[in-house]
């Protein structure tokens, strides 16, 4: 598929957070009883740094970066179990747009002289 090759060739760029780190961080932080959502959760809040990737290449159906999949591995998470928690994650999520992103277009509600 189009969407896992593109995490492939972008693999290479990893973020600066490490998947060992991460890994350290949800045993500490929830010892070895981790739970599919709590890593969904975690993921996705530390999405960028976690893979070198934007808000815009998080995918809602299911194909992770090699990082998340190291991750799920070592931790023992079912895979299935993770999408549908990723799922409930990204259903309240908007952060679609980076905050870096702006947008050319003028929007008449927020420009009065519009």
């Known amino acids: 598929m189009v969407r896992e090759n593109?995490?492939?060739s972008l693999n290479e760029s990893s973020g600066s957070l490490s998947p060992e780190e991460?890994?350290?961080?949800?045993r500490q932080e929830y010892?070895?009883?981790?739970g599919a959502d709590q890593?969904?959760?975690?993921?996705?809040?530390n999405w960028a740094?976690?893979?070198?990737?934007?808000?815009?290449?998080?995918?809602?159906?299911?194909y992770f970066p090699?990082?998340?999949?190291?991750i799920l591995d070592e931790l023992n998470i079912d895979y299935d179990d993770?999408?549908?928690?990723?799922?409930?994650?990204r259903e309240g999520a908007e952060d679609w747009e980076d905050e870096e992103d702006t947008d050319d277009?003028?929007?008449?509600e927020e420009d009065e002289d519009y």
Not at 31 to 34: A, K, P, R, S
Request: proline fraction near 2%.
């Open 39 to 45: 890593v969904a959760s975690y993921v996705d809040d």
């Open 31 to 34: 010892g070895e009883e981790i």
């Open 49 to 62: 740094e976690l893979t070198g990737l934007t808000n815009r290449d998080k995918d809602e159906e299911g």
């Open 82 to 89: 993770y999408s549908q928690e990723w799922i409930i994650v």
């Open 105 to 108: 277009e003028m929007d008449p």
């Open 6 to 8: 593109l995490y492939e």
């Open 66 to 70: 090699n990082e998340v999949e190291e």
């Open 22 to 26: 991460a890994i350290e961080f949800l």
